[in-house]
């Protein structure tokens, strides 16, 4: 079992940032991928980022691709997503997620209970 707690969330103003970090427990985390979903109201839920258990390798959504920069600190048991450059089409709940395989972080198997994002026009 992988429990996942995210924090950071906020109204932000277009073009600034936020950092969500993510802490997890109850496993190892660097037996772990981890990824950044999201869910605006009314869409189904998208993947936004994913990183290897060892943080060697990262891969993005298009749509966030050269502003969100995904991380993690194995020795905090955290995993962060910087945003950047925040546009009003990235307001969302923000899940943090586990998955035990780097190839299967679009279908991870632990989630987080979310956190909203709003950036304001």
């Known amino acids: 079992q992988v429990q996942l707690v995210e924090s950071g969330g906020g109204l932000v103003q277009t073009g600034g940032s936020l950092r969500l970090s993510c802490a997890a427990s109850?496993?190892?985390?660097?037996?772990?991928?981890m990824g950044w979903f999201r869910q605006a109201t009314g869409k189904e839920r998208e993947f936004v980022a994913g990183i290897s258990r060892s943080g060697s390798i990262t891969y993005y959504a298009d749509s966030v691709k050269g502003r969100f920069t995904i991380s993690r600190d194995n020795a905090k048991n955290t995993v962060y997503l910087q945003m950047n450059s925040l546009k009003p089409e990235d307001t969302a709940v923000y899940y943090c997620a586990a998955a035990l395989l780097y190839a299967s972080i679009r279908y991870p198997e632990y989630w987080g209970q979310g956190t909203q994002v709003t950036v304001s026009s």
């Open positions: 109850g496993r190892t985390f660097s037996t772990v991928a």
